[in-house]
């Protein structure tokens, strides 16, 4: 099978602009959760998404937002970016929540 | 806010040495997991041990659970230099979301 997918991988934005990133999970899971890491914070969750539906949602302005398509393809976007915003995002899927979690290889976002 | 705490934040070792690395957490849990990452990488599932579990092996590693304690421990056994990574402990709990501790920073020396 095929491993979770990050795209883009780096991306450098400025500060206000907007930006959204895509994750491809592994084929046949439901759940995907995003995660963003940073040195001082340490790895944060931000939600996590089952057959479409947000089930939870870390502690993030509403700036952080996220979507799951029918096919478990998530996006996540980050609307008027902060300097502070500059981390790895990370994305797992898992076949069922709660169970270990297989993380893409994270997009890493500059933001200046 | 992050529900587990590892100790310590970081362990440097002579290769074929053990290394253990422990986790403590707030809340209760279903299971706690850990997870393995190289270099600023995505993460790797090393192993999950759940709340009714007290021990459980995989390979090189062992993993314990002390539910009363609200600790958990992670040995690897005769390490090596692949072993050089950071490791994180990971509670889920019953709101779907999986809580990460601020991992342990392990250097294999050879």
């Known amino acids: 099978k095929a491993g979770v997918t990050q795209t883009p991988r780096y991306l450098i934005k400025t500060r206000g602009q907007q930006v959204t990133l895509s994750c491809s999970p592994i084929s046949g899971h439901r759940s995907v959760s995003w995660y963003q890491q940073t040195p001082g914070q340490g790895l944060q969750f931000l939600f996590e998404?089952?057959?479409?539906?947000?089930?939870n949602k870390g502690n993030f302005p509403g700036r952080f937002s996220g979507r799951q398509f029918s096919n478990s393809r998530s996006e996540m976007n980050v609307s008027t970016l902060e300097l502070g915003d500059s981390a790895l995002y990370l994305c797992?899927?898992?076949?069922?929540?709660?169970?270990?979690?297989?993380f893409g290889p994270g997009t890493r976002l500059t933001v200046l | 806010s992050q529900q587990g705490e590892e100790d310590p934040q970081a362990l440097s070792i002579q290769e074929g040495e053990n290394a253990t690395m422990n986790c403590s957490y707030k809340?209760?849990?279903?299971?706690l997991q850990w997870y393995r990452q190289n270099s600023g990488r995505g993460l790797v599932h090393l192993i999950l041990?759940?709340?009714?579990?007290r021990e459980k092996h995989s390979g090189r590693l062992r993993v314990t659970l002390d539910t009363s304690k609200k600790s958990s421990s992670l040995l690897i056994t005769a390490s090596r230099a692949a072993d050089t990574a950071s490791y994180f402990c990971?509670?889920?709990?019953?709101?779907?979301?999986?809580?990460f501790g601020a991992g342990t920073t392990v250097t294999v020396r050879a």
């Open positions: 041990i759940r709340s009714n579990e």
């Open positions: 990971a509670t889920f709990s019953n709101d779907y979301k999986l809580s």
């Open positions: 809340t209760s849990i279903n299971n």
């Open positions: 797992a899927s898992s076949g069922m929540t709660g169970n270990e979690q297989f």
């Open positions: 998404y089952f057959s479409e539906t947000q089930r």
